[in-house]
């Protein structure tokens, strides 16, 4: 189109009104094609051959879940067959849902699986509102030197082993321990705890809690680091006091990370505490003690030597988590939007 006595040469459009590509990708002919446009036009392995240092880091994880978490998915074929010691790693006969029927008709599983649902359901009822609880507290200080001191306190059980735990719990509990001083000083009776199975759900939570709850406060820390305070400042001007800060600012701006540790935590509803029970409990304590995880390991490995049995427990217990984990991930995605997938 001529102005005044220059002209100024047409660039080319395509079909949709945007300025053509000349050679090299470049708009008019002018200059390179953006980085971004390259990146989404490079191929999984044009990537791989670029970037194959950045790969390498993942090959020991990718290793590890494919040795310790995929490949042996393939030993519960022995639910479906029946396995004898010396013969094949993978049974010997088929014998379909035998062991899952066995199971299902035992008075003792289903005893056991009751204690799995009331230890889980009180685990998660009770330790997974007291991190988020303590992490909110913990946010109001304003002396740093205190939070520090509050935070190193209660994080450091998290890194004692499961053994030692289990060892101050007895030495605690017993005839003789602390506990039992302290009832004896204001004229009560010594109680037996740990011979008690009213008392195991509580000691066991006790002991949960006072291990869990300061490590499990880090991830929500880190999330209330991610508000940004001109909520608070905006909120403070039209009159609000600390409470509704927390409740309408501080809790919805944690919420995702809220509900995918929830989602975590549900998973692992049936799992609970394998390690802590083995170590605290007695026969005299089964009727409240006694979970799943411990009784596939008495049932399989100690006392019983039925793998095939086990195996059957272990994958009902594992259909639930995975039932679990789906149905809270839906529930989540629908009424919060935050999810694992």
């Known amino acids: 189109m001529a102005r005044g006595t220059g002209t100024v040469d047409a660039v080319p459009r395509t079909g949709d009104g945007l300025p053509g590509r000349g050679a090299g990708g470049a708009v008019g002919g002018v200059g390179p094609r953006p980085p971004q446009q390259l990146r989404n036009n490079e191929t999984w392995r044009v990537s791989l051959r670029r970037h194959w240092r950045l790969y390498t880091f ?6 590890f879940l494919l040795v310790f978490r995929y490949v042996p998915m393939i030993g519960n074929v022995i639910a479906f067959r029946r396995y004898r010691p010396g013969g094949s790693m993978f049974g010997d006969e088929w014998v379909g849902l035998y062991y899952f029927q066995m199971f299902i008709g035992s008075k003792p599983f289903w005893d056991v699986f009751w204690n799995t649902v009331v230890l889980g359901g009180l685990t998660l009822a009770i330790c997974f509102p007291l991190p988020i609880i303590l992490a909110l507290m913990l946010n109001e200080l304003r002396s740093r030197l205190f939070k520090r001191v509050v935070q190193t306190v209660t994080y450091l059980p998290h890194f004692m082993s499961i053994v030692i735990v289990a060892g101050m719990v007895f030495q605690l509990t017993a005839i003789n321990g602390t506990i039992n001083q302290i009832i004896e000083g204001f004229g009560g009776e010594a109680i037996p705890f740990m011979q008690r199975a009213d008392w195991f759900r509580t000691i066991y939570l006790t002991s949960e ?5 300061g490590w499990g406060t880090i991830l929500y820390l880190a999330a ?12 403070r001007i039209d009159g609000a006091n600390r409470w ?4 309408h600012i501080t809790l919805p701006g944690i919420r995702p990370t809220m509900m995918v540790l929830l989602i975590l935590n549900i998973g692992s509803f049936m799992a609970v505490g394998f390690e802590k029970v083995l170590l605290l409990y ?3 304590t089964y009727d409240t003690a006694d979970v799943l995880s411990t009784y596939l390991y008495r049932v399989g490995i100690g006392e019983g030597g039925n793998y095939s049995f086990a195996a059957a427990i272990g994958l009902f217990e594992a259909l639930i988590g995975v039932a679990l984990v789906v149905t809270a991930n839906q529930i989540s995605k629908r009424a919060v939007g935050a999810s694992l997938w």
């Open 58 to 63: 993942v090959v020991l994880p990718v290793v």
């Open 209 to 213: 809690v006072w291990q869990t709850v």
């Open 224 to 235: 209330l680091t991610t508000i940004d305070d001109q909520l608070y400042e905006a909120s």
């Open 244 to 247: 509704q800060q927390t409740w």
């Open 282 to 284: 007695n026969p005299l």
